[in-house]
């Protein structure tokens, strides 16, 4: 099993900027991507931001690029997301998630930590 748990949540002022982090650990034979998604009171989760674990590729939903950065580092198996600039409308339950191999023989699967919330007060 692989466990995640992210931090760095809370309130923020609009313009002001916010860094989630989030710790991957147990049984990790390989990574695939790694990715945040985030939802809003209301609204349908949606994807924020993913990286790919061999070559960092990231990709960016529209309303964040620019303001938003994800990061792996694989010597701790961490994934981050830089935010800045927020906005009120990043006000939401912000999840990471993994694609990971748990062993070799497993296939791969996508695990998600519990979320961490974000608030930005405009």
């Known amino acids: 099993q692989v466990q995640l748990v992210e931090s760095g949540g809370g309130l923020v002022q609009a313009g002001g900027s916010l860094r989630l982090s989030c710790a991957a650990s147990g049984s990790i034979f390989s990574i695939n991507a790694m990715g945040w998604y985030r939802q809003a009171p209301g609204k349908q989760r949606e994807p924020v931001a993913a990286i790919t674990n061999s070559d960092g590729r990231t990709n960016y939903a529209d309303s964040v690029k620019g303001r938003f950065t994800i990061s792996r580092d694989n010597a701790k198996n961490t994934v981050a997301l830089q935010m800045n600039n927020l906005k009120a409308e990043d006000t939401a339950v912000y999840y990471c998630?993994?694609?990971?191999?748990?062993?070799?023989?497993?296939?791969?699967?996508?695990?998600w930590g519990p979320g961490t919330q974000v608030t930005v007060s405009s």
């Open positions: 998630y993994w694609n990971v191999q748990a062993t070799w023989r497993d296939p791969i699967r996508s695990y």
